[in-house]
T-cell receptor, first 117, second 113 residues
Framework: AQTVTQSQPEMSVQEAETVTLSCTYDTSESDYYLFWYKQPPSRQMILVIR??????QNATENRFSVNFQKAAKSFSLKISDSQLGDAAMYFC??????????????FGKGTLLTVNP | EAQVTQNPRYLITVTGKKLTVTCSQN?????MSWYRQDPGLGLRQIYYSMNVEVTDKGDVPEGYKVSRKEKRNFPLILESPSPNQTSLYFC????????????FGQGTRLTVV
């Protein structure tokens, strides 16, 4: 079974600075997909960024980027120029490329990000 | 607007009283899932459905039932709720395709007393 580990239950960052959230995963599959979701106080789950395992290039979406290290099974999220609206719970998630693991997301336990003005 | 709609958003009930949480999506997605979110545990899949009349257990199915009679609807049924089912529940849908994201409903906060 796949597992996702977020080792930082809480993080804080000053507004306009950069923060990196860690995520590691364990899988025996060679084909899979990784996601970061944001959950603000409204509880809505919002996709931040996604990465295909077969792509070596790290995904980027505006101020959000990932550092994907396939051999190390690491998928960290970097938020640049942090804004007050970035304050939220962030979840790292894994989806397998085939079979039953393709039908679900396996989530980490989350990292609560606080942005200080 | 593309969305997944859950109802109710908040529910307080008593142990043993059957309840249903509804979920509907308007994106014609084949895949639908239910997750529960508990503090310190993240989200865990309860049940999923690959298409109409096709469902299967996720990681924590005990105490729950689902049905998929129509493509757009995927209700979650708790036939005899217990306090350990107090949680935040999310319905999600997605289309086939490895890279596709899951779209989530607004969540249902359930308290069983």
């Amino acid at each position: 079974a796949q597992t996702v580990t977020q080792s930082q239950p809480e993080m804080s960052v000053q507004e306009a600075e950069t923060v990196t959230l860690s995520c590691t995963y364990d899988t025996s599959e060679s084909d899979y997909y990784l996601f970061w979701y944001k959950q603000p106080p409204s509880r809505q789950m919002i996709l931040v960024i996604r990465q295909e395992a077969y792509k070596q290039q790290n995904a980027t979406e505006n101020r959000f980027s990932v550092n994907f290290q396939k051999a190390a099974k690491s998928f960290s999220l970097k938020i640049s120029d942090s804004q007050l609206g970035d304050a939220a719970m962030y979840f790292c998630a894994y989806k397998g490329g085939s079979g039953g693991s393709n039908y679900k997301l396996t989530f980490g336990k989350g990292t609560l990000l606080t942005v200080n003005p | 607007e593309a969305q997944v709609t859950q109802n109710p958003r908040y529910l307080i009930t008593v142990t043993g009283k059957k309840l249903t949480v509804t979920c509907s999506q308007n994106m014609n997605h084949e895949y639908m899932s239910w997750y529960r979110q508990d503090p310190g545990l993240g989200l865990r899949q309860i049940y999923y459905s690959m298409n109409v009349e096709v469902t299967d257990k996720g990681d924590v199915p005990e105490g729950y039932k689902v049905s998929r009679k129509e493509k757009r609807n995927f209700p979650l049924i708790l036939e005899s709720p217990s306090p350990n089912q107090t949680s935040l529940y999310f319905c999600a849908s997605s289309s086939p395709g490895d890279y596709t994201e899951a779209f989530f409903g607004q969540g249902t906060r359930l308290t069983v007393v």
